[in-house]
């Protein structure tokens, strides 16, 4: 390499480094964070889209997370957190519980009682359609109504 070349990679990785320390500012601990979810590891295609934390530690750049189920199992960089403005989470509302990832997705799915009552009503408005289908094929089949 030209020492030419050598000075601009140089050049151009502080540049990247410095925009990224912008970008990326350290959290503190007790920050509430949003932690996105991919769409290849939710549980369901209704499930939810962001797990919602609290910073319990720092070491170095990684982060632990805690959430309402208990402290994820896995640590976290800066660039894979969206830092809230408000504080959500109180810190000691953290049982000392270790769960993974998709535990915490599930039992946020699961435990939100106005998606049951969703489901219900889905299930519901579901059942009649189903009725009115019968009866309309019904209808048409003996003649009632005609095409």
Not at 5 to 34: M, Y
Not at 63 to 80: E, P
Request: hydrophobic share 35%.
């Amino acid at each position: 390499m030209t020492a030419v070349t050598k000075r601009c990679q140089e050049k151009q990785q502080n540049r990247i480094l410095n925009h990224a320390s912008k970008r990326f500012s350290l959290a503190e601990v007790e920050d509430s964070v949003i932690i996105p979810i991919s769409h290849l590891d939710k549980v369901h295609s209704l499930g939810p889209r962001n797990i919602l934390g609290c910073i319990t530690s720092r070491d170095g750049t990684s982060y632990s997370i805690g959430t309402d189920k208990g402290a994820l199992a896995v640590n976290y960089t800066r660039n894979q957190l969206e830092v809230c403005p408000t504080k959500l989470l109180p810190l000691d509302s953290i049982p000392p519980v270790s769960i993974t990832q998709r535990e915490s997705m599930q039992s946020s799915f699961l435990g939100i009682s106005s998606n049951s009552a969703c489901c219900k009503k889905a299930k519901r408005v579901a059942s009649q359609i189903m009725r009115y289908i019968v009866v309309l094929t019904n209808m048409f089949s003996v003649g009632v109504v005609k095409s």
